[in-house]
Each structure stands twice: as structure tokens, then as C-alpha cells.
């Protein structure tokens, strides 16, 4: 197994040595100049297209500005911004002078901006009008703050100033003296991306990605796609996210295609945009293709495959459409499990195990589960390659998330069948899935126990028809509660959690069901959830 800091051990890991992000941007800029790689699609404004070599000259230029602000190798961005073509600009500008992009989720609350910022030591950041004052407050050591002119493509709010202190993003640009470094002077395993993921302790965990994890993302989804040059993608799901950044962008990228960029999902301009740009992919998730069966369906378009969680969902018939199912996670950079464009795959499957990982499925003991059963799910790859390096400035959770023989341990639960398809159960961790978004029960719980309100909680998550699981939380309160307990705890979430993460009810109870030693039994108040619905 790959260490950190160590030279790349394996052919996997060597495939990708001497190689840079900035590199694969320079290269289709040579070899394919006028071809769009970029195309914005706001709401509002006009829209814009990149070539290739436009791109990559104002990624130059950034990288100049960025300098010329005293970034340098190995220093943090934060990149706090909704889909806009200066999300992707900032990041491989980042990569061209060996510096690492964070990119947070812009639902962020004020407490969780204040960790991010201090947590990856960014020495600077941008971000756009709506969210400014919100950062410029909760990260005041920032040496510099660079405000867009827009937010994700609409005008700013009537009589909106920009915080003292901050700078337009369009300052950043104004320096032609090239920015980059030299790439002998960047290791395909330095830094070049951090996400902050949820897990199962309070805090979200900063996923380190390498330029080698960056070039094996892009790589591997073009190749489980088979896209091609030719191929255009409709991004609409948030790039601070890894499905986005890594299957839309990077996998588009390695091939030399074109990316169409939205601020973020709508049903109502997804057909219209899909046949004016002859998009031929996109990534999908249900709430998107729940929303996509209230409006009419053209009787062709360009589309011949669409990513999913799942294979085959039974929609495909209705949309006329390929549908491959896979699973991954910030941590695998690309997909683990993975279907395929010319075998059939059960509906509801993953797919199957993809050739470039192992995959195990093993019971409580660590022993392999017979087909049919449901086990825990392990992933074996190459750290800083086709796994992430580690979580930042936590060496315990890195090496806790390995077991002794180089096994990630994902915290999810799968089934398999005889045949080796893929079927997802459940997580074993105590995590949500809320409109796409993971979210820790832990950190909820955490906030809610801070306010001193509550002796015991307990977060789970509820059915919803849209969002596929909302937070609840059962609350045993605490000596000086307040008569309106369920507004004043939701509404102190509201103040210290993203809004994804804000339980929708807060149930007061006088106890909890237990299980072994007296631990809160919340497969029991998930049935009762399910009972009363």
C-alpha cells in the first residue's frame, strides 16, 4: 500500500508519476485549441463558452493573480461558491501553481465555515456576494477574500456591498505575467483538492486528493463511460461535491470533451438545454429523475447514457435512455462499483466490482459473506491513486479507516449474488442521505446537545418522497427547557448547521428504547417512524 510521501510503489501508482492537473489543461489547450471545453448556462446573464485555450489562459491568469498574492506550493484556497465557471477556474489555477482548492458546500452554516477555514489553514479565499459577509465574519485570519460579481450567475441583491477588506475575483485576473510553477516542482502525489465529507464523528473529515487521484478520477470515469471526445456532458449537481467534480468535469476533461455547466439542477430547462447543446451524458440521482417525470420528454435527443446509483431503474423505457448504475465516494475518487454500457446489469444494482479496485464483502469477523447475504463493503486501491492520501491533520481517522490489510472500510453495507452484481442495503455507519447530501447523525446530535436543552438525543432519519431521508430527532430535555422545545432546538440548528442538515420535527420523549448496554436502540425509532407514517 501506498504511504504518504512516499514514491509510487506500483504500476498503478507509476502510471500517473510526473504527471500534474496542470499538465492535462495545457495539453488539450495545444492539442485541441478551439474546441469548447466550457459552456455557462446561467438563469439570469448571458452565458459564456471556454475553449480549450481560452480556459487555460485564465487559469494562467489566475495562477498569477494567486501568486501575486503569496500563494504558493502547498498552500489552501478555500473555494466557497455555487456552481460558476470561476469555481473551476480557481481550482485548476490552484493546481497550476501547486496549491490545494477546498471546496465547501455553499449551505454551509456560519459555525461550519468558521471550521473549514481554520481547519485547512486557507490562506485565502473566494466566494460570491450572497455568501461574503458569512465568511468574511467567520474567517477574519484570511489574508484576502475575492467576492464574484454575480451569485451563480444572477445580480447580486439590491444595495449588496461588498465586505471592507474583501476584493472583486475580477482583480485576480489582471496579471498576464504567467503564474504557474515549474512541474518539476510538483509531485503527482502533492495535494491538489480537499473536501470536507461527513462521517460518523461531529466534525466532517477533510479528504486529501492528490494530482494523481485528480488524473485517475478523470481517467477511470471516461473509461467506465467510454466517452470520447465528441461526448458533452450537462453538469448540474454541485461541484463542491466529488460526483461532479470528478465524474462531470475530470472525466470530460481527460478526453478533451465539453462540460455544460448549470448553477444547479431545474427540471423545467433540463430538455430544453440537453437538445440545444446535444448533451450526451449526465450524472442523475432520484430526486432528479422524480422531478424530470412532471414535465414532457422529447421524442429524441442526443443522450445515450446517464449515471445513476443504480442500473436499469425502470424510468429508462420512459426517457429513452441507458442508464448505468455505480458506487463510489469521496474517498474512492471514482467508482468502485460500476455497471456496463453492453451487459445487462439487474435493475436496482450497483453493477459489478469495477477492474480497477478489489472489493470485498465480509461479515462482522472480517470473513466473506455468501451471495445473497448482506455485509459490510471494503475497497482496496493505491492511497493517493485510486484512494484518497488521508484526512487532513488526522492521522487516527486515516488509520482507522484501513483495516490490517489495506482495506477501506466504507460504512456501507452490500449484497451480493452469485453472479457478482452489486446491491446496496444500507450504511452501517449512522449516516443520512438527504437530497444527495451525506450527513452524520453525530453532528447533528452534537449541535443539539450543545445547546444545553436536551439530556439525551437521538438523530434519525425519516422517509421523505423527494429527498429520499430527512433528520428527526428524539430528545429526552434537559432540566431548563423551554415549553416550545421542538422551534427553539430547530431553529438553533438553523444557526450552526447547514439547512440539509436542520432536523425537519424534534420529538420530546420521557425515554428511549435501549439495547445492549443501555445504548439508544434507533432501529426501533426508525420503526416507529415507519409505523406512524
Known amino acids: 500500500m501506498l504511504v504518504p510521501n512516499n514514491k509510487p510503489r506500483s504500476p498503478a501508482a507509476g502510471h500517473h508519476a510526473g504527471r500534474t492537473v496542470g499538465q492535462l489543461i495545457r495539453h488539450w489547450a495545444q492539442a485541441r485549441p478551439d474546441h469548447p471545453f466550457l459552456v455557462w448556462e446561467p438563469f439570469e446573464q448571458p452565458g459564456h463558452t471556454w475553449t480549450y485555450r481560452e480556459f487555460a489562459q485564465d487559469c494562467q491568469r489566475l495562477a498569477a493573480g494567486l501568486t501575486q498574492r503569496g500563494v504558493r506550493h502547498g498552500d489552501r484556497v478555500l473555494i466557497h461558491l455555487d456552481n460558476s465557471p470561476e469555481l473551476l477556474l480557481t481550482w485548476y489555477a490552484c493546481a497550476m501553481i501547486g496549491a490545494v482548492g477546498v471546496t465547501t458546500n455553499t449551505r454551509s452554516a456560519g459555525p461550519e465555515l468558521a471550521y473549514f477555514a481554520e481547519h485547512s489553514e486557507a490562506v485565502g479565499a473566494v466566494t460570491q456576494p450572497s455568501l461574503a459577509e458569512a465568511l468574511a465574519t467567520e474567517a477574519p485570519q484570511l489574508r484576502w477574500l475575492a467576492v464574484l460579481d454575480h451569485d451563480a450567475g444572477a445580480a447580486p441583491a439590491n444595495g449588496w456591498e461588498p465586505p471592507i477588506g474583501t476584493e472583486p475575483f475580477a482583480a485576480l485576473l489582471l496579471n498576464t505575467t504567467p503564474g504557474t510553477v515549474s512541474d518539476a516542482e510538483i509531485d503527482a502525489l502533492d495535494p491538489v483538492g480537499i473536501q470536507y465529507t461527513s462521517g460518523t464523528t461531529a466534525r466532517p473529515k477533510a479528504v486529501v486528493w492528490t494530482h494523481a487521484n485528480a488524473l485517475w478520477g478523470g481517467q477511470v470515469n471516461a473509461r467506465h463511460l467510454e466517452l470520447t471526445p465528441a461526448d458533452v456532458t450537462l453538469c448540474f449537481l454541485p461541484l463542491f461535491h466529488t460526483n461532479a467534480q470528478a465524474y462531470s468535469v475530470l472525466g470530460s476533461l481527460w478526453v478533451g470533451g465539453t462540460v455544460v455547466l ?11 438545454l440537453s437538445l440545444k447543446h446535444r448533451c450526451t451524458w449526465t450524472s ?12 414532457p420528454i422529447p421524442e429524441s435527443h442526443h443522450y445515450r447514457v446517464w449515471g445513476n446509483g443504480i442500473c436499469a431503474p425502470p424510468t429508462d423505457e420512459l426517457f429513452k435512455v441507458t442508464t448505468v448504475g455505480w458506487w463510489g465516494m469521496t474517498e474512492t475518487i471514482t467508482h468502485g462499483i460500476v455497471g456496463d454500457l453492453h451487459w445487462p446489469s439487474p435493475s436496482m444494482s450497483c453493477g459489478r466490482a469495477a477492474p480497477e479496485y478489489e472489493i470485498a464483502v465480509v461479515d462482522d469477523t472480517g470473513e466473506p459473506v455468501e451471495p445473497g447475504k448482506t455485509g459490510h463493503l471494503l475497497v482496496r486501491g493505491i492511497r493517493g491513486v485510486s484512494l484518497f492520501l488521508e484526512y487532513l491533520k488526522d492521522p487516527q481517522a486515516t488509520a482507522d479507516a484501513f483495516d490490517d490489510h489495506g482495506w477501506f472500510r466504507t460504512g456501507d453495507r452490500v449484497r451480493t449474488t452469485p453472479e457478482g452484481f452489486i446491491f446496496f442495503a444500507d450504511r452501517d455507519k ?27 438525543v437521538a438523530v434519525v432519519a425519516r422517509r421523505h418522497p423527494m429527498l429520499d431521508e ?36 424534534v420529538y420530546p420523549v420521557e425515554d428511549m428504547p435501549r439495547s445492549t448496554l443501555e445504548k439508544i436502540n434507533k432501529a426501533a425509532l426508525r420503526a416507529t417512524l415507519a409505523a406512524d407514517a
Do not use: Y
Open 430 to 456: 449512522d449516516m443520512l442521505k438527504v437530497g444527495g447530501e451525506n450527513v452524520a447523525a453525530s453532528e447533528i446530535e452534537a449541535v443539539i446537545r450543545a445547546s444545553g436543552w436536551a439530556e439525551e
Open 470 to 505: 430527512v433528520p428527526v430527532a428524539f430528545v429526552i430535555p434537559g432540566p431548563g427547557a423551554p415549553s416550545s422545545l421542538e422551534a427553539e432546538l430547530i431553529a438553533h440548528c438553523r444557526q450552526h448547521l447547514a439547512d440539509f442538515k436542520v432536523p425537519h420535527a
Open 262 to 272: 448549470l448553477p444547479r439542477f431545474t427540471a423545467s430547462r433540463f430538455w430544453p
Open 284 to 295: 442523475m440521482i432520484p430526486f432528479c429523475l422524480k422531478a424530470l417525470l412532471e414535465h
